[in-house]
């Protein structure tokens, strides 16, 4: 999910997943111990739910390039049996090793991942959770997800800042949601038809929770990644386990979004992560426009400039940032009225000085304009904007 600044929007359809060993122990006082490959990954012994199949030979988690078309494929692979993770006596010790390759298809980018999983039992997958959520979590409109009972291991192949991924190739550990709690750059590609090679461990005296991956051709290539969790506090003693993938959603709204994130980093410097202000919580969308509502939006650009730049077009830059990252989809423009805006052949949108909730309806574009300050957002000749 490396994205360069002048990335077109990718076609989504690329995810292909292929497992070749499962072996999962447990220890309790009645241990749980499984290995299987080949034909013994088939039904009864797993469950296939969505698009996930078992060929007879491999488990493929998403559609093939046999069908026609690959967008929002999402599916699971579960073990049958509800498996208990604690008692009141002990929490259980776990390991689970797996082998996999994702198919890219040849394309520059693809999308969006697996992910090991622990869940609440019985395991379904969620409406609405194909794309950047894995198959995991609901999200209605590719940006809002709903919290879940999931503790998961991801594998992502796709950058998806409204999840505050970190890079467009990186495994995360997520505890009830997508937004990972830590998460590790990988600086390679996962969907290069490379096969990895995959440990998630849980140690119960420690909480520590941790995964080791390794390129299979060249195991000198390795990285790491753990996090302390107390089980018993996130999963009850029962759960599923199982294994996820998704493909993006390919919709105006979600690439557009990306798009606005882009050219906000861009033009301010920083991730989508970095926080600023008096929220400790506050993202980037949200630093900017309380400085686009306050005047002052030219006070969020790269300081790196040295305020060397062209005021009239950091301020469009920032804008239209803001208008393709606005909260409610329906407000975002498409990417050629975004481009339209940044090649200067139309004028700025109206914005509220407020960043918007979900649903928020703009105001009419002869809305009046800002004052103007040193360092805030100029009026333009030709353009209005909203202000205070």
């Not at 749980?32 to 060929?55: C, E, V």
């Not at 306050?294 to 969020?300: E, H, I, M, S, T």
């Amino acid at each position: 999910m490396a994205l360069s600044n002048s990335r077109t929007p990718p076609s989504l359809q690329l995810l292909l997943l292929l497992f070749h060993l499962l072996a999962i122990q447990i220890p309790l006082a009645s241990p749980l111990s499984f290995n299987y490959s080949g034909t013994d990954l088939n039904f009864p012994n797993m469950i296939y739910q969505g698009d996930a199949f078992f060929d007879g030979d491999i488990v493929q988690l998403t559609k093939v390039q046999a069908h026609a078309n690959l967008r929002r494929s999402s599916g699971r692979m579960v073990y049958p049996e509800p498996v208990t993770i604690y008692d009141e006596a002990s929490v259980i010790n776990f390991t689970s090793c797996f082998s996999f390759f994702i198919y890219g298809f040849k394309k520059v980018v693809s999308a969006d991942g697996l992910a090991f999983f622990l869940s609440s039992y019985p395991s379904e997958i969620p409406e609405l959770s194909c794309g950047g959520t894995l198959g995991l979590f609901t999200s209605p409109d590719g940006i809002i997800t709903y919290p879940s009972t999931v503790v998961a291991v991801e594998f992502d192949t796709f950058f998806n800042p409204q999840y505050n991924d970190i890079s467009a190739n990186h495994i995360g550990i997520d505890v009830h949601t997508i937004n990972s709690t830590v998460q590790l750059d990988l600086n390679t590609s996962l969907s290069r038809n490379t096969t990895f090679n995959a440990c998630v461990d849980y140690k119960a005296t420690t909480k520590n929770l941790s995964v080791f991956l390794t390129n299979a051709s060249d195991p000198t290539r390795n990285w790491s990644l753990s996090h302390v969790v107390d089980l018993r506090k996130v999963l009850p003693a029962k759960v599923a386990i199982g294994f996820t993938a998704a493909t993006g959603k390919a919709s105006k709204e979600t690439d557009v979004f990306s798009f606005g994130i882009v050219i906000l980093e861009i033009a301010c410097g920083r991730k989508p992560t970095e926080v600023e202000g008096k929220d400790d919580k506050m993202n980037l969308v949200e630093w900017v426009w309380e400085l686009y509502g306050n005047g002052k939006c030219l006070a969020a650009a790269d300081r790196r400039l040295g305020m060397e730049f062209d005021e009239e077009q950091m301020v469009y830059l920032m804008v239209v940032g803001l208008w393709c990252a606005h909260p409610d989809r329906d407000q975002r423009p498409s990417m050629r009225q975004a481009i339209n805006v940044l090649k200067f052949d139309t004028p700025l949108p109206a914005l509220p000085h407020n960043m918007p909730v979900a649903m928020f309806h703009s105001p009419p574009r002869n809305a009046p304009a800002p004052s103007s300050n040193s360092d805030s957002c100029p009026i333009i000749s030709n353009t209005t904007m909203y202000g205070r």
